[in-house]
Nanobody
Framework: QVQLVESGGGLVQAGGSLRLSCAHSGRTLRSYAMGWFRQAPGKEREFVAGITWRGDNTYYADSVKGRFTISRDNAKNTVYLQMNSLKHEDTAVYYC????????????????????WGQGTQVTVSS
Protein backbone atom coordinates (compact mmCIF):
# COMPACT_ATOMS: atom_id res chain seq x y z
CA GLN A 1 0.00 0.00 0.00
CA VAL A 2 1.31 3.42 -0.96
CA GLN A 3 0.14 6.33 1.15
CA LEU A 4 1.18 9.78 0.00
CA VAL A 5 1.02 12.97 2.06
CA GLU A 6 1.64 16.36 0.50
CA SER A 7 2.80 19.41 2.42
CA GLY A 8 4.23 22.85 1.78
CA GLY A 9 1.25 24.58 0.23
CA GLY A 10 0.10 27.99 1.29
CA LEU A 11 -0.48 31.58 0.28
CA VAL A 12 2.25 33.41 -1.62
CA GLN A 13 2.48 36.59 -3.65
CA ALA A 14 2.98 36.48 -7.40
CA GLY A 15 6.67 36.14 -8.17
CA GLY A 16 7.31 34.21 -4.98
CA SER A 17 8.34 30.61 -4.39
CA LEU A 18 7.09 27.53 -2.61
CA ARG A 19 8.42 24.01 -2.23
CA LEU A 20 5.94 21.17 -2.04
CA SER A 21 6.87 17.85 -0.50
CA CYS A 22 5.29 14.45 -0.94
CA ALA A 23 6.19 11.88 1.66
CA HIS A 24 5.33 8.24 2.03
CA SER A 25 5.59 6.36 5.25
CA GLY A 26 5.98 2.65 4.79
CA ARG A 27 7.07 0.87 1.68
CA THR A 28 9.82 2.71 -0.15
CA LEU A 29 9.03 5.02 -3.03
CA ARG A 30 12.25 3.96 -4.70
CA SER A 31 10.51 1.72 -7.24
CA TYR A 32 7.82 4.22 -8.20
CA ALA A 33 7.74 6.95 -10.79
CA MET A 34 6.25 10.09 -9.28
CA GLY A 35 4.23 12.99 -10.53
CA TRP A 36 2.59 16.24 -9.53
CA PHE A 37 -0.79 17.31 -10.82
CA ARG A 38 -2.99 20.27 -10.01
CA GLN A 39 -6.64 21.16 -10.17
CA ALA A 40 -8.00 24.68 -10.15
CA PRO A 41 -11.65 25.44 -9.31
CA GLY A 42 -13.91 24.57 -12.20
CA LYS A 43 -11.11 22.97 -14.19
CA GLU A 44 -9.94 19.45 -14.82
CA ARG A 45 -6.91 17.99 -13.10
CA GLU A 46 -3.79 18.67 -15.16
CA PHE A 47 -0.28 17.31 -15.28
CA VAL A 48 2.45 19.52 -13.82
CA ALA A 49 5.65 17.45 -13.55
CA GLY A 50 6.87 13.87 -13.45
CA ILE A 51 10.06 12.01 -12.59
CA THR A 52 11.18 8.44 -13.24
CA TRP A 53 11.96 6.10 -10.37
CA ARG A 54 15.69 6.54 -10.92
CA GLY A 55 15.31 10.30 -11.17
CA ASP A 56 17.15 10.28 -14.48
CA ASN A 57 14.29 11.75 -16.52
CA THR A 58 11.87 14.53 -15.73
CA TYR A 59 8.84 15.84 -17.55
CA TYR A 60 7.06 19.18 -17.31
CA ALA A 61 3.93 20.85 -18.56
CA ASP A 62 4.74 23.72 -20.92
CA SER A 63 3.07 26.14 -18.53
CA VAL A 64 5.63 25.45 -15.78
CA LYS A 65 8.83 24.74 -17.71
CA GLY A 66 11.69 26.87 -16.48
CA ARG A 67 9.82 27.78 -13.28
CA PHE A 68 9.13 24.46 -11.54
CA THR A 69 11.55 21.66 -10.71
CA ILE A 70 10.66 18.16 -9.63
CA SER A 71 13.18 16.13 -7.67
CA ARG A 72 13.28 13.12 -5.39
CA ASP A 73 15.24 11.84 -2.43
CA ASN A 74 14.70 8.10 -2.33
CA ALA A 75 16.57 7.79 0.97
CA LYS A 76 13.93 10.03 2.54
CA ASN A 77 11.00 8.56 0.60
CA THR A 78 10.16 12.09 -0.50
CA VAL A 79 9.48 13.88 -3.76
CA TYR A 80 9.65 17.64 -4.11
CA LEU A 81 8.23 20.29 -6.38
CA GLN A 82 10.14 23.56 -6.25
CA MET A 83 7.95 26.32 -7.64
CA ASN A 84 9.52 29.65 -8.52
CA SER A 85 8.18 32.78 -10.21
CA LEU A 86 4.68 31.81 -9.20
CA LYS A 87 1.76 33.28 -11.09
CA HIS A 88 -1.85 33.78 -10.12
CA GLU A 89 -2.80 31.07 -12.61
CA ASP A 90 -0.74 28.55 -10.63
CA THR A 91 -3.41 28.69 -7.93
CA ALA A 92 -4.79 25.19 -7.47
CA VAL A 93 -4.84 22.12 -5.29
CA TYR A 94 -1.64 20.21 -5.98
CA TYR A 95 -1.62 16.43 -5.88
CA CYS A 96 1.24 14.00 -5.64
CA UNK A 97 0.91 10.67 -7.43
CA UNK A 98 2.87 7.42 -7.71
CA UNK A 99 3.12 5.00 -10.60
CA UNK A 100 4.75 1.61 -11.02
CA UNK A 101 8.38 2.18 -11.96
CA UNK A 102 8.01 0.26 -15.21
CA UNK A 103 5.28 2.59 -16.48
CA UNK A 104 6.08 3.86 -19.97
CA UNK A 105 7.19 7.46 -20.17
CA UNK A 106 4.27 8.68 -22.27
CA UNK A 107 1.91 7.64 -19.49
CA UNK A 108 3.70 9.69 -16.85
CA UNK A 109 2.16 12.90 -18.17
CA UNK A 110 -1.38 11.54 -17.84
CA UNK A 111 -3.45 11.15 -14.69
CA UNK A 112 -4.49 7.64 -15.75
CA UNK A 113 -0.83 6.68 -15.75
CA UNK A 114 -0.71 6.80 -11.96
CA UNK A 115 -1.86 4.29 -9.38
CA UNK A 116 -1.81 6.14 -6.07
CA TRP A 117 -2.74 9.69 -5.10
CA GLY A 118 -2.32 11.98 -2.13
CA GLN A 119 -5.05 14.16 -0.68
CA GLY A 120 -3.65 17.38 -2.10
CA THR A 121 -2.30 20.66 -0.77
CA GLN A 122 -3.69 24.10 -1.59
CA VAL A 123 -1.47 26.65 -3.31
CA THR A 124 -2.83 30.17 -3.60
CA VAL A 125 -0.93 32.86 -5.48
CA SER A 126 -2.14 36.39 -4.93
CA SER A 127 -1.77 38.81 -7.81
Amino acid sequence: QVQLVESGGGLVQAGGSLRLSCAHSGRTLRSYAMGWFRQAPGKEREFVAGITWRGDNTYYADSVKGRFTISRDNAKNTVYLQMNSLKHEDTAVYYCAAADGSRLAYLLVRSDGYDYWGQGTQVTVSS
